[in-house]
């Protein structure tokens, strides 16, 4: 069986808990997930911020790197896929090196701070053109289950649909601190490309700042 | 969650979009929860937009697809998420207390799911679960991400940077 060799992009030691390390580890370090995946890197924003992650949430992997710098992991020829969950406007300039070594990019979304940088990673995928983006909020069954009643003509044809939500953060009034550039269109992370487009995660306040991965 | 809407029922199309900045000056908040600071925003916190499917096997010419999005708390013990998709028999209702996002990291609280048949006028609960193996990870954000790299493994349809690109795109006309 091949297993695919995954690199993390903001496996963070230093925040309270991790979006990556909530969303991503329970499969890849499960049984399951072992069988077919196994992470080789992490990239944070320094080696010694790599090495403390490893420390913290790989403590019994064998041969993860850690790695400072983008380049350096693009030139890693055991990645073959990279896991982004970083700031939003840290993915262009994090990522890229990795799409244009080929390497798979599994990026959170949103894809990246406006729809020019997002079309610019989409033309670095290189000829096999593989790509992921963290819209997993699709495979919710619920979700799922509506299609496939819809599917299957339970309500006949659809003629219309309404959606109404209140979210995107806790309280109508407050951001914590951590969150400062949901007020700034663009950085490209707010409540609305975030919990409008795809979800409101109580872990979103530990992507944190744009340095801090 | 439009993702999750585009997602079941196709992309939305000829979109109008109004919106607001109903709290201009947002307070924010340290750890005890405490106000250190005062800042002026220039992202809506009111979002209302309507468009149409694409024509599809599955639904009518022109059908209309409507969003109400607000920021924050809905009414006090009212759901944070109602959604119905209706049709020429019948309509679907799914309902969460606690979140819009019932693939994440937070309880969704009550929860309803039905399909009311007007040919029998009956209200029908529907269930939708996890497969046994997921359920071994706690939250909803795990076992949904452990779906996108079990489809990257089998070759299945995963989201992609082109669709991404494409819901980019679609924000950014929604905000204009």
């Known amino acids: ?213 | 969650m439009f993702d999750q809407l585009q997602s079941v029922l196709g992309q939305v199309s000829d979109i109008q979009s109004i919106t607001q900045i109903q709290r201009p000056n947002v307070k924010f908040i340290d750890d005890a929860g405490t106000v250190t600071r005062t800042v002026a925003t220039n992202v809506p916190d009111l979002l209302h937009l309507s468009g149409r499917l694409a024509n599809s096997a599955t639904a009518v010419p022109d059908a209309i697809v409507s969003v109400y999005f607000r920021r924050g708390q809905p009414f006090k013990g009212q759901d944070s998420f109602t959604w119905t998709v209706n049709g020429e028999k019948g309509e679907i209702r799914l309902t969460a207390r606690n979140t819009t996002f019932l693939g994440g990291q937070q309880d969704p609280g009550e929860v309803h799911f039905q399909v009311h048949d007007y040919a029998t006028d009956e209200l029908e609960d529907i269930t939708a679960e996890w497969e046994d193996w997921q359920n071994e990870f706690d939250y909803a954000a795990a076992k949904a991400i452990a779906s996108v790299y079990e489809r990257y493994l089998n070759d299945e349809p995963v989201p992609t940077f082109a669709e991404a690109a494409a819901l980019h795109r679609q924000l950014e006309q929604i905000l204009q």
């Open chain 1, 1 to 213: 069986m091949t297993i695919t060799r995954v690199a993390i992009i903001g496996l963070s030691a230093n925040a309270k808990t991790s979006w990556a390390a909530a969303g991503h580890l329970p499969y890849l370090l499960s049984t399951r997930g072992r069988q077919h995946f196994k992470i080789t890197a992490l990239l944070n924003s320094s080696t010694e911020a790599a090495q403390k992650a490893i420390e913290k949430y790989l403590p019994n992997e064998t041969g993860v790197k850690a790695y400072g710098n983008p380049d350096d992991l693009a030139a890693d020829p055991e990645v073959d896929l990279v896991v982004t969950s970083t700031r939003v406007d840290t993915h262009y300039d994090l990522t890229l090196p990795s799409i244009k070594a080929g390497k798979v990019p599994y990026i959170e979304w949103p894809l990246a701070q406006d729809a020019k940088h997002a079309e610019e990673l989409q033309n670095a995928l290189t000829r096999q053109r593989k790509s992921i983006v963290g819209l997993q909020g699709r495979y919710v069954p619920l979700f799922e289950k509506i299609e496939a009643l819809v599917a299957e003509g339970k309500i006949g044809k659809v003629l219309s649909s309404e959606l109404r939500a209140f979210g995107g953060t806790f309280d109508r009034e407050t951001l914590t601190n951590k969150l400062d550039y949901f007020t700034d269109k663009r950085i490209g992370g707010n409540p609305i490309t975030i919990g409008f487009a795809h979800c409101k995660s109580t872990s979103i306040s530990t992507i944190g700042s744009a340095n801090n991965h």
